[in-house]
């Protein structure tokens, strides 16, 4: 499992032109699954999101201080581009895998009382955020 993950003052999730989704300060988390991944590895990656000291210069967490966090799957975190300017999506875990274990990530993240708002798996959606710090990082599970 991957996953982009940006401490943000805002970020929202339009989809056909109408807001879906969206938080004030926290995090974006952009998930990809890949085939090997299962609802261990999600449980594991919801607790590192919930707990990761991002914030208060890295003192503070999403838990601690009650912040939101988005989650946006990302298929597209295991494109290939090693061989030519066309990627490979071998390494993406195909929908039917993948959306059970991102709803796994969101329900942890939630179990562990954290406030959380998703995009909608499939769809066509403009993310939008305001990136703060600029903090991002890749986690690799």
Same mark, same amino acid.
Request: hydrophobic share 45%.
């Given at each position: 499992?991957?996953?982009?993950?940006?401490?943000?003052?805002?970020?929202?999730?339009?989809?056909?032109?109408?807001?879906?989704?969206?938080?004030?300060?926290?995090?974006?988390?952009?998930?990809?699954?890949?085939?090997?991944?299962?609802?261990?590895?999600?449980?594991?990656?919801?607790?590192?999101?919930?707990?990761?000291?991002?914030?208060?210069?890295?003192?503070?967490?999403?838990?601690?201080?009650?912040?939101?966090?988005?989650?946006?799957?990302?298929?597209?975190?295991?494109?290939?581009?090693?061989?030519? *300017?066309?990627?490979?999506?071998?390494?993406? %875990?195909?929908? #039917? =895998? !993948?959306?059970?274990?991102? &709803?796994?990530?969101?329900?942890?993240?939630?179990?562990?009382?954290? *406030?959380?708002?998703?995009?909608?798996?499939? %769809?066509?959606? #403009? =993310? !939008?955020?305001?990136?703060? &710090?600029?903090?991002?990082?890749?986690?690799?599970?």
């Amino acid at each position: 499992m991957r996953a982009v993950v940006q401490r943000v003052s805002e970020a929202s999730v339009t989809i056909g032109g109408e807001r879906y989704a969206g938080i004030g300060p926290g995090l974006v988390a952009l998930v990809g699954v890949t085939h090997d991944d299962d609802e261990s590895t999600a449980a594991t990656l919801a607790r590192r999101l919930h707990e990761l000291r991002l914030f208060d210069d890295g003192r503070s967490s999403v838990a601690d201080l009650d912040l939101e966090v988005l989650v946006v799957s990302q298929f597209t975190l295991y494109g290939d581009i090693s061989k030519g *300017r066309r990627p490979s999506w071998l390494a993406a %875990a195909p929908g #039917a =895998v !993948a959306q059970p274990i991102v &709803g796994a990530v969101v329900a942890g993240l939630r179990e562990r009382g954290a *406030r959380v708002q998703t995009g909608q798996f499939g %769809a066509d959606m #403009a =993310v !939008a955020l305001v990136n703060d &710090g600029p903090m991002t990082l890749v986690l690799e599970l």
